[in-house]
């Protein structure tokens, strides 16, 4: 394969922003965008807009401050739906247009009381409407996850045909295991006529908690572009979370993929997602939640006071935390408290950190976390050890 760059396609203001209680105004929505465009985001979906006046007007301010992205809008394949899409993507430097149905047998029963047949004409028209307004058009086949293979092939096959410049395959309900999901990915890649002139696009949810393995198998397999979002956020468990596949991606440096993210912006911007969202992070979530660099047992925390790598497979500052953090708890031994004592001025002999040891233990068992506060206090009980 010639390009071993994976497009990162940022959907945290569109798939992210549909989560209840995580609704953006437009001027949040810019302050995110220049900063996903800062960072080295390839593609920015900036909203769905025909779904409201306010999410236009989000999409169309975006559209005109974005310098180096793509800036792309969803709709459904539907005519009016591409042409609000057009309109509000006007003043893009490079606008897209991401249209699509859905194809498994459930979406095609179900919602559209279709046939097979007439969802291949809807994805033909809607992929040929939109390429009246813009070159770069990306096909979603909805719930591609569940859709029968040979299907699924037939339908992207019309789409290129139509002009699609990108195929997503997108696995809507996170149902698919990675070995499942990087075959159907294979699958298109062997069977799709014109499949190569396009870039097919992993977009993956997280009900199983399979999101990330599964976007890493789609681009093992083929794919060249990764849907994602800031701290994963997204519809019910959530989509892909992007700090996750791009430290994937550099930690294995031997899967031969890249991508152009600013690593060291991923930390601060997943707080700004946090804060402008109002949707905290689990403190144990991968890269960016509170204790990914953070070591609270005693064999832990000597083994990191020693050298980093022996619990760490990244450098805190290359995701722009500061420093790995040693949490003393009653399971913390001596090390992390003559470590923590001398960050905060204390240098302890042998003898002094034994005893200040036994009195450390005493708060310990009494509360969650001993802070520095207690170190203070702790250094003026046991002989009055000082500064230095
Ligand atoms: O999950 C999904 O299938 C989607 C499409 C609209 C791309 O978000
Ligand atoms: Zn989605």
Known sequence: MKDNKIQIFDTTLRDGEQVPGCKLDTNQKLVIAERLDSMGVDIIEAGFPISSPGDFNSVSEIAKIVKNATVCGLSRAVQKDIEVAAEALKHAVKPRIHTGIGTSDSHIKYKFNSTREQVIERAIAAVSHAKKYVNDVEFYAEDAGRTENEFLAKVCEAAIKAGATVLNIP?????????????????????????????????????LGLA?????????????????????????????????????????????????????????????????????????????????????????????IKNRETYEIIDPEEVGVTESAIVLTARSGRAALAYRAK?????????????????????????????DEDIHLIMKKVSNISKI
């Open 171 to 207: 696995d809507t309900t996170g149902y698919c295991l990675p070995e499942e999901y990087g075959a159907k990915i294979k699958y298109l890649k062997d069977n799709v006529k014109g499949i190569d002139d396009v870039i097919i696009s992993c977009h993956c949810h997280n009900d």
């Open 343 to 371: 960050k905060i001025g204390y240098e302890l002999t042998k003898i002094q950190l034994d005893k200040a040891y036994q009195t450390f233990l005493q708060f310990a068992d009494k509360q969650k976390e001993v802070i």
């Open 212 to 304: 990330t393995a599964n976007s890493i198998s789609g681009v093992v397999n083929g794919a060249r572009q990764i849907e994602c979002t800031i701290n994963g956020i997204g519809e019910r468990a959530g989509n892909t979370a992007l700090e996750e596949v791009v430290m994937i991606l550099k930690q294995h440096p031997y899967l031969n993929l890249h991508t152009d993210i600013n690593t060291k912006l991923l930390y601060d911007t997943s707080l700004m997602v946090r804060e402008k969202m109002g949707m905290p992070v689990q403190p144990n979530k991968a890269i960016v939640g509170a204790n990914a660099f953070a070591h609270s047992s005693g064999i832990h925390q000597d083994g990191v």
